[in-house]
């Protein structure tokens, strides 16, 4: 499975943007996409993933409520719309693909990474 994540920038603190993973190769009949995100100097964490059906979504705190997750399975493109954003968003940002149905926040659950897409807020 290949990820291509892209639409990154700059932007303002409190404006939007949105970002896409695209995802191309071997298909599973069941499987989930999750975003995580890297700042400098910090650890990669978790921000939210979703089943393939989209039936299902989970977010880290930080970002419930800003962020949302969606799917367009005709396209093989996951989405991470980002509203409100503030400084502290400013990081590296991987979507990440697993295999079967079940969603996790640990990044070692996900077999198959992106090569990320930066995404920088300004203050």
């Known amino acids: 499975v290949q990820l291509q994540a892209s639409g990154g920038g700059l932007v303002q603190a409190g404006g939007s943007l949105r970002i896409s993973c695209a995802a191309s190769?071997?298909?599973?009949?069941?499987?989930?996409i999750g975003w995580f995100r890297q700042a400098p100097g910090k650890e990669r964490e978790f921000v939210a993933t979703?089943?393939?059906?989209?039936?299902?979504?989970w977010y880290a705190d930080s970002v419930k409520g800003r962020f949302t997750i969606s799917g367009d399975n005709a396209k093989n493109t996951v989405y991470l719309q980002m509203n409100s954003l503030k400084p502290e968003d400013t990081a590296v940002y991987y979507c990440?693909?697993?295999?079967?149905?079940?969603?996790?926040?640990?990044?070692?659950?996900?077999?198959?990474w992106g090569q990320g897409t930066r995404v920088t807020v300004s203050s």
């Open positions: 990440a693909a697993k295999s079967g149905r079940w969603l996790y926040s640990r990044g070692y659950e996900y077999q198959y």
């Open positions: 979703i089943n393939r059906e989209g039936s299902n979504t």
């Open positions: 190769g071997r298909t599973f009949s069941d499987y989930a």
